[in-house]
């Protein structure tokens, strides 16, 4: 899942919490700054930088922009739930001079095999919707790109931005746009460009004309059809025979019957007619009357082929949807079945509750039971009742697990909206205040020192996707945080981390789960108290009370985890923990399901973190 955040230019707001490392560099760069060099940035010097590719960070947008002048901040945008970019960034300097240097000279540079699109940020959506100043350009030659584009455009004025449409996998699809900064560069440009040829190819310049307003008069278009499409004709009708069979309806200009290489009739063909009221009497005439030889005739308004792939994609996600819509609250889903458990013996454990409409044990190539099933009842109250009775009943020798059915992308979607939920926990005491200037929940930024240069021999220091560096471990209430210096002190000068302190376990069943800190702190010690404890049944989890069920259940899941990935042990368990208590029995006993969920679990982790340890790395290596 994917969400898209409207962002706008970040300005330079106060940096909420620096390491001690940060803060004396940063120290060493004001005390070595002009008088006056922090001063807030103007708001026309924040300039917006498109076509990024995902990789680029600021750190590399940093070493490319301070070059120009001092830059003030610097912000890659990125999606507030996968952290990944969104492709375009914004750099704002401390003056509009710096700002036009960056313009001039740093448009469509490579930026990791990419041209790079610079234009100045436009805080006002109106202004870029209006439409003023834009013209479009079709029939483009593919090797002409924006720098080109915009080459050959300048002549007429001042290009406020320049973009060639481009396809999945980078070429150019033949037009682009070019926004003038007035009605008349724009004017002048479609006057000596438009037919002109452009490596070889004659060009189309015009004004630019809203999506909305394409639409509509494609609509009107559509209204007003001569063309008409006929299929089923008998494979004897040849062109002369098809014009007279619609030519009493009006007069036609052409009627043709589409053949093969042997000239053997496809079976359609098309009639244009002089009127559109012509063409659409022969459709109410002809559509669905019988022919001599029993077919039924099919007449229509003509279509592209992008017209009809769209309303056939239309026609599939409807009946999708209401597939979906069908099934939702009554289809359950049954797991941990024995392998001797057949469709039948399914479908009458569950027929008590209800009346079934379907029942299923999935099996494998051979015929053997993959251990799950479905169960599909005739109404919600019916299913809800089956999975509030049969969840965690004993079927032969093994508790089933039953829930609700959900699609992959709905399970893949819930974890990563759990892990997004604490990540911005995680955030929240690094992040700018909700209503500061340019503030996105989960957006990094990196401020530059108030001179805009480091000193001779350091590099700058970028916080690990966008947060400021912090203590595993959350302080107790009143306390600072470790690595931190408290507000009105001064950082720690002697430059050493201060040792991580373990967090205080918390009340209720989630304080409880302390396994993974404890793991940390002794492994081995951990691993044989798990190892010496009984197994865990079904009767001894339901005896022991609420708050420490999932305590019994961490302490199991823990070192079946960190036998896969010791790395990640304690973030796994955490998730699944979020489970219900009888799949997590069954985890313990499954150890196939049990590697399946860890590898969701991996998945969604590795979305979300794979390049922290980059990042922090670079902190270290920088400090």
Request: glycine share 8%; with cysteine; proline share 7%.
């Amino acid at each position: 899942m994917s969400t898209s955040p409207v962002v706008t230019p970040a300005e330079a707001v106060p940096v909420q919490q620096l390491s001690a490392e940060q803060q004396q560099q940063i120290a060493q760069a004001q005390a070595s700054a002009p008088a006056g060099s922090n001063a807030a940035p103007s708001p026309s010097a924040s300039l917006y930088v498109g076509e990024l590719d995902p990789s680029v960070t600021e750190a590399m947008l940093f070493e490319m922009f301070n070059m120009i002048g001092p830059v003030a901040s610097i912000r890659v945008c990125r999606d507030a739930v996968t952290r990944r970019s969104l492709g375009y960034a914004y750099v704002n300097f401390h003056n509009i001079v710096d700002g036009e240097r960056a313009l001039e000279s740093l448009n469509y540079t490579l930026i990791k095999g990419k041209p790079c699109r610079i234009m100045w940020s436009q805080r006002d959506p109106s202004l870029r919707k209006t439409g003023s100043g834009n013209v479009f350009i079709k029939n483009l030659d593919p090797s002409i790109d924006n720098k080109a584009l915009h080459d050959t455009f300048s002549a007429f004025g001042n290009i406020l931005s320049c973009k060639i449409a481009i396809d999945e996998n980078g070429n150019s699809k033949g037009y682009g746009f070019v926004h003038y900064e007035t009605e008349e560069a724009a004017d002048n440009a479609i006057k000596h460009v438009n037919g002109m040829l452009l490596n070889d190819k004659k060009v189309y310049v015009g004004r630019h004309v809203p999506k909305k307003e394409r639409q509509a008069k494609i609509e009107q278009y559509r209204a007003k059809f001569t063309n008409v499409y006929v299929k089923n004709l008998d494979e004897t009708v040849n062109d002369k025979q098809l014009s007279e069979m619609f030519g009493k309806y009006g007069p036609i200009t052409s009627a043709i019957v589409q053949v093969d290489e042997e000239n053997h009739s496809k079976g359609f063909g098309f009639v244009n007619f002089e009127n559109h009221e012509d063409a659409q009497k022969a459709v109410d005439a002809l559509n669905e009357t019988e022919q001599a030889d029993g077919k039924i005739l099919y007449v229509a308004r003509a279509q592209k082929k992008s017209e009809r792939e769209e309303e056939l994609r239309k026609q599939y996600e409807q009946a999708k949807l209401e597939k979906l819509a069908k099934y939702q609250g009554v289809n359950l889903y049954v797991k941990n079945l024995d392998d001797d458990l057949d469709d039948e013996k399914l479908r009458q454990e569950f027929s008590v509750y209800g009346v079934i409409t379907s029942a299923k044990v999935m099996a494998d190539e051979k015929g053997q039971s993959k251990g799950f099933g479905f169960v599909c009842f005739s109404s919600p109250d019916e299913a809800t009742k089956a999975v509030t009775e049969m969840n965690g009943r004993m079927i032969g020798a093994k508790p089933i697990y039953v829930a609700l059915a959900q699609r992959k992308e709905v399970r893949r979607s819930q974890l990563e909206a759990q892990m997004a939920q604490r990540n911005q926990m995680r955030m929240q005491q690094g992040m700018p205040m909700p209503g500061a200037p340019g503030y996105m929940p989960g957006a990094p930024m990196f401020y530059a020192p108030p001179g805009g240069f480091l000193p001779q021999g350091q590099r700058p220091v970028f916080p690990p996707n966008g947060m400021m560096p912090r203590p595993r471990w959350a302080p107790q209430q009143g306390q600072p945080m470790q690595g931190f210096a408290p507000q009105g002190f001064a950082p720690n000068s002697n430059n050493v981390r201060p040792p991580r302190q373990p967090r205080a376990p918390r009340g209720g069943a989630a304080g409880q789960r302390k396994y993974a800190n404890q793991a940390r702190q002794n492994p081995a010690a951990e691993t044989a108290e798990s190892t010496a404890a009984a197994p865990l049944t079904a009767a001894a989890l339901a005896a022991a009370p609420a708050e420490a069920q999932k305590q019994m259940l961490g302490e199991r899941l823990y070192p079946l985890i960190n036998a896969q990935q010791p790395e990640y042990a304690g973030k796994i368990t955490g998730m699944l923990l979020e489970m219900d208590n009888g799949e997590l029995l069954n985890l313990l006993e499954d150890n196939k399901a049990l590697e399946n969920k860890i590898n969701e679990a991996m998945e969604v982790l590795k979305a979300h973190m794979s390049e922290a340890p980059k990042e922090e790395e670079k902190v270290e290596a920088s400090a």
